[in-house]
């Protein structure tokens, strides 16, 4: 056997390895895609739960394809996110969205969906210990995710999450750059 049918066979390999981990990837998504054909069945607006629900779906298969810390971010991310997102559909549908309503309800509830998610996201990486890419990706996919519901209300409802997301994590943050943890 040459050194040529050795490496040809090591590309082979190479490439099945990686195509069974980009089938895994895109199963693991799965649920990311049943929430986000959810989530614009529910919107008055469809097309911001649609486009965000794509970009979080693509985000997450890299995520899941790539491993480590963002594939470990994977989930919290997700779950963190659906806070959010679902209490900004769900002040949507308590009421119509008119020329001021939405400041009253909806961004509010933004805001609240972003503080508990970055909670959310801060208390599961502290319990793991996790390192920076973890943090960093589980943040994304949360405001991804998030974003699915508060893009309905506009800029102010993603910048409101966003807003709520920083001032939730920021303590989790705090804790693990100056902080020592006690057992």
């Known amino acids: 056997m040459g050194s040529t049918d050795i490496y040809s066979i090591q590309r082979r ?3 099945t390895y990686e ?10 998504i799965l649920p990311v895609i049943l929430v ?4 614009a069945f529910v919107a008055t607006r469809p097309t911001a739960p649609l486009v965000f629900g ?3 779906a693509f985000a997450g298969a890299m995520m899941l394809w790539h491993g480590k810390d963002p594939q470990k971010a994977f989930l919290p991310g997700v779950i963190a996110g659906l806070v959010p997102l679902g209490l900004a559909l769900g ?3 308590l009421h119509t969205c008119g020329a001021g309503s939405c400041s009253y309800v909806c961004v509010p509830a933004c ?9 959310a996201v801060a208390g599961v990486s502290l ?4 390192g920076v890419w973890f943090w960093v990706s589980a943040s994304g996919l949360a405001l991804l995710t998030g974003a699915m519901g508060c893009a309905c209300m506009g800029s102010a409802g993603v910048i409101g999450m966003g807003l709520g997301f920083g001032a939730g994590i920021v303590p989790g943050l705090l804790r693990r750059v100056f902080g020592k943890e006690t057992r």
Request: hydrophobic content about 55%; glycine content about 16%; proline content about 0%.
């Open 54 to 56: 794509l970009v979080t």
């Open 91 to 93: 002040a949507g549908a």
């Open 36 to 39: 986000t054909g959810v989530a």
């Open 127 to 130: 319990q793991r210990r996790a």
């Open 13 to 15: 390999v190479r490439r």
């Open 111 to 119: 805001v609240l969906g972003g503080v508990v998610a970055g909670f």
């Open 19 to 28: 195509l069974a981990r980009l089938r895994r990837a895109l199963m693991g």
